[in-house]
T-cell receptor, first 113, second 116 residues
Framework: GNSVTQMEGPVTLSEEAFLTINCTYT??????LFWYVQYPGEGLQLLLK?????DKGSNKGFEATYRKETTSFHLEKGSVQVSDSAVYFC????????????FGAGTTVTVRA | NAGVTQTPKFQVLKTGQSMTLQCAQDMNHEYMSWYRQDPGMGLRLIHYSVGAGITDQGEVPNGYNVSRSTTEDFPLRLLSAAPSQTSVYFCASSSFQTSGGKYEQYFGPGTRLTVT
């Protein structure tokens, strides 16, 4: 079946540090891949997405590239801020006619001033 | 647009009690779903619906019922609450529109449920 594996947290960084959160997936065919962010006390918001191999999703300084050869979708940001402190979830959607999302376990990121 | 709304925000139940978590969306989305979020386990799908009158089970459906009588509403019922159902519950909705990379699932703010 489909599954998503994320690097375990928690991750603690200083402001302006580089952030990478690893995400790998198992799926047949050509899934769509997503990163969702959950700020404290809130629901999940879509951060970025990619729908085919070699696509790069980007938003708010975050980027992730859909790598089919390594089945990965790692999230990166070059210079984090305190406001980036949140839980980050990698997720996949199997195909165009399947609307269910499979989520990774989530990675808690704390950025210190 | 209010988006996806959930009530209540917090709830405490005793073992064996029943209750309904409410979810509504005003985006005319066909697809709606319920997830539970537990530490270290991400979000797990409980039930989902692809339209009014159509529901199906997700990954962890036991102990929960759903119905979809309208496009807007998708309530989740706990039949006889158990401590293992202590969790944060999220409702989500999406359109069937996927062309051009438009697909996005929208989440409600969540309901934090404690069963004692």
């Amino acid at each position: 079946g489909n599954s998503v594996t994320q690097m375990e947290g928690p991750v603690t960084l200083s402001e302006e540090a580089f952030l990478t959160i690893n995400c790998t997936y198992t799926a047949t065919g050509y899934p769509s891949l997503f990163w969702y962010v959950q700020y404290p006390g809130e629901g999940l918001q879509l951060l970025l997405k990619a729908t085919k191999a070699d696509d790069k999703g980007s938003n708010k300084g975050f980027e992730a590239t859909y790598r089919k050869e390594t089945t990965s979708f790692h999230l990166e940001k070059g210079s984090v801020q305190v406001s980036d402190s949140a839980v980050y979830f990698c997720a996949l959607k199997k195909g165009s006619n399947d609307y269910k999302l499979s989520f990774g376990a989530g990675t808690t990121v704390t950025v210190r001033a | 647009n209010a988006g996806v709304t959930q009530t209540p925000k917090f709830q405490v139940l005793k073992t064996g009690q029943s209750m309904t978590l409410q979810c509504a969306q005003d985006m005319n989305h066909e697809y709606m779903s319920w997830y539970r979020q537990d530490p270290g386990m991400g979000l797990r799908l409980i039930h989902y619906s692809v339209g009014a009158g159509i529901t199906d089970q997700g990954e962890v459906p036991n102990g929960y019922n759903v119905s979809r009588s309208t496009t807007e509403d998708f309530p989740l019922r706990l039949l006889s609450a158990a401590p293992s159902q202590t969790s944060v519950y999220f409702c989500a909705s999406s359109s069937f529109q996927t062309s051009g990379g438009k697909y996005e699932q929208y989440f409600g703010p969540g309901t934090r449920l404690t069963v004692t």
